[in-house]
């Protein structure tokens, strides 16, 4: 019987990882619904980009948004990555080779794109409105200004599969 690690696949050209953050549960400002909804347009614009997604929930989460945006667009071309949560995702890449990774603000889309040359984008600039913590409004400044804000991310180019 295969492991969950030995089962991991290398994800396909157009595929963007998702690493979800969950702020609304850590009394940041704002809700879970509004969280949700953020979460929600982001994979709707990745997928009608053409991209599939991959939905990494983080570790420490005890929530998740994912069934919420699997009854949406499970159908639609998203998947959930499953890993032992012990495991850090920069670990795993070097199987999956994700080419693209969107988060909030993890400091994983800074290893990935140094480790791996992953393409990385942040959706924070969709949270600020929300958020009262000053540690964030210092950290998320930093995310917007040294990579790519999630809107860079370019459409699927028909001739070349990406």
């Not at 396909?12 to 979460?39: A, C, H, K, Y």
């Not at 990494?56 to 949560?85: C, I, N, V």
């Not at 942040?122 to 790519?148: E, H, N, V, W």
């Not at 804000?149 to 070349?160: E, G, W, Y």
């Amino acid at each position: 019987m295969q492991t969950a690690l030995e089962a991991l696949e290398v994800a396909p050209p157009n595929e963007v990882l998702i690493l979800s953050q969950m702020f609304g549960t850590r009394q940041m400002g704002i809700s879970w619904e509004d969280e949700l909804n953020i979460n929600r347009g982001v994979v709707r614009e990745i997928l009608d980009k053409g991209y599939t997604v991959c939905w990494k929930d983080h570790p420490r989460d005890a929530l998740s948004f994912y069934p919420e945006l699997e009854a949406e667009f499970g159908g639609r071309g998203l998947r959930r990555l499953e890993t032992p949560a012990a495991i850090p995702v920069q670990l795993l890449m070097r199987k999956l080779r994700f080419r693209h990774c969107v988060s909030i603000a993890s400091s994983a889309l800074f290893y990935l794109r140094m480790m791996y040359g992953t393409a990385a984008y942040t959706f924070a600039d969709r949270l600020l409105p929300y958020l009262r913590a000053k540690a964030d409004y210092l950290c998320f400044p930093i995310m917007l200004s040294q990579l790519g804000n999630l809107d860079a991310l370019q459409p699927v180019s028909r001739s070349s599969g990406e």
